[in-house]
């Protein structure tokens, strides 16, 4: 049995609520909608918000608006399912965001003043570092660090609280110092055949390009999302060229498509 959707005269968020509660009602809700939980939609979360991000990227403010939709349906849903097992609503939050916000902007919601951003940053990260003492649930400083990121995003964060108690190189030049000595040994795996500690050595080399990213004050996943897009524009000019000569990719060779990419970045330079 089908029932109208909830009035469209009530505010937005209020209307957004009510379809959740019915699609999430066991009695004559949408099925797939009952069946999920915190587990299985969590996946879909990281989803919605990358393609948040590929909108901002695209510069979309249309998709933008219709992706960020999306986000906001995901913590719709993840509050739902709070509220049925009566440990939250969304209410609350909204309610812990706004809290946060006020506690974490002293220099615009109460006295405290900053001489800079750089003394403002070392505040917020003072602030955060109070609130996880005040929470004891970290043994260590890097417990809360979620394991659920992406994982140079989680290196960077790692290496970030490591030296904010001062285990961190000196300078660029270090990192980069580090860097070649991790390439070095990433090489001597390869030329004695071993996969597996190739394969480690891979993992330290990206450890410390995130944290050479960190250094620079460079997020590497929006460097690496910059690169990939430059990667797929150039391979299209290949592809392109390689049609006008009648021939796909696979009837080429690299010679061929390695001068088309050099084709393909000299027209980007004009």
Same mark, same amino acid.
């Given at each position: #049995?089908?029932?109208? $959707?909830?009035?469209?005269?009530?505010?937005?968020?209020?209307?957004?609520?009510?379809? #959740?509660?019915?699609?999430?009602?066991?009695?004559?809700?949408?099925?797939?909608?009952? !069946?999920?939980?915190?587990?299985?939609?969590?996946?879909?979360?990281?989803?919605?918000?990358?393609?948040?991000?590929?909108?901002? !990227?695209?510069?979309?403010? $249309?998709?933008?608006?219709?992706?960020?939709?999306?986000? *906001?349906?995901?913590?719709?849903?993840?509050?739902?399912?709070?509220?049925?097992?009566? $440990?939250?609503?969304?209410?609350?939050?909204?309610? /812990?965001?706004?809290?946060? #916000?006020?506690?974490?902007?002293?220099?615009? &919601?109460?006295?405290?003043?900053?001489?800079?951003? /750089?003394?403002? =940053?070392?505040?917020?990260?003072? *602030?955060?570092?109070?609130?996880?003492?005040?929470?004891?649930?970290?043994?260590?400083? *890097?417990?809360?660090?979620?394991?659920?990121?992406?994982?140079?995003?989680?290196?960077?964060? *790692?290496?970030?609280?490591? $030296?904010?108690?001062? &285990?961190?190189?000196?300078?660029?030049?270090?990192?980069?110092?580090?860097?070649?000595?991790?390439?070095?040994?990433? =090489?001597?795996?390869?030329?004695?055949?071993?996969?597996?500690?190739?394969?480690?050595?891979?993992?330290?080399?990206?450890?410390?390009?995130?944290?050479?990213?960190?250094?620079?004050?460079?997020?590497?996943?929006?460097?690496?999302?910059?690169?990939?897009?430059? &990667?797929?524009?150039?391979?299209?000019?290949?592809?392109? =060229?390689?049609?006008?000569?009648?021939?796909?990719?696979?009837?080429?060779?690299?010679?061929?498509?390695?001068?088309?990419?050099?084709? /393909?970045?000299?027209?980007?330079?004009?």
């Amino acid at each position: #049995m089908t029932s109208p $959707a909830p009035p469209a005269d009530l505010r937005p968020i209020d209307r957004l609520l009510a379809i #959740m509660a019915r699609l999430r009602d066991p009695a004559t809700g949408c099925p797939w909608d009952t !069946e999920q939980t915190f587990a299985t939609i969590a996946p879909y979360t990281v989803e919605e918000a990358y393609e948040v991000a590929d909108a901002i !990227e695209r510069n979309d403010l $249309a998709d933008l608006k219709e992706e960020l939709g999306d986000l *906001l349906l995901q913590v719709v849903f993840h509050s739902r399912m709070a509220e049925e097992q009566g $440990a939250f609503a969304f209410d609350d939050v909204a309610r /812990a965001i706004n809290d946060k #916000m006020i506690r974490r902007h002293p220099h615009v &919601f109460g006295q405290q003043s900053y001489a800079s951003v /750089a003394d403002q =940053k070392a505040g917020w990260e003072e *602030l955060k570092a109070a609130e996880r003492e005040k929470k004891g649930r970290a043994a260590s400083l *890097l417990d809360d660090v979620p394991v659920g990121l992406p994982a140079l995003t989680r290196a960077v964060k *790692l290496s970030k609280r490591a $030296a904010g108690v001062g &285990f961190v190189w000196p300078d660029v030049a270090a990192v980069v110092e580090k860097l070649d000595e991790e390439v070095r040994e990433l =090489k001597a795996e390869l030329e004695r055949g071993d996969v597996e500690k190739a394969r480690q050595e891979m993992g330290d080399v990206l450890f410390v390009v995130a944290n050479l990213a960190r250094t620079l004050e460079v997020d590497p996943e929006d460097a690496l999302r910059a690169t990939n897009a430059k &990667f797929v524009r150039r391979f299209r000019f290949i592809e392109q =060229k390689l049609a006008e000569r009648g021939k796909t990719a696979d009837q080429s060779d690299l010679a061929e498509m390695d001068a088309l990419w050099d084709e /393909a970045k000299a027209a980007e330079r004009a």
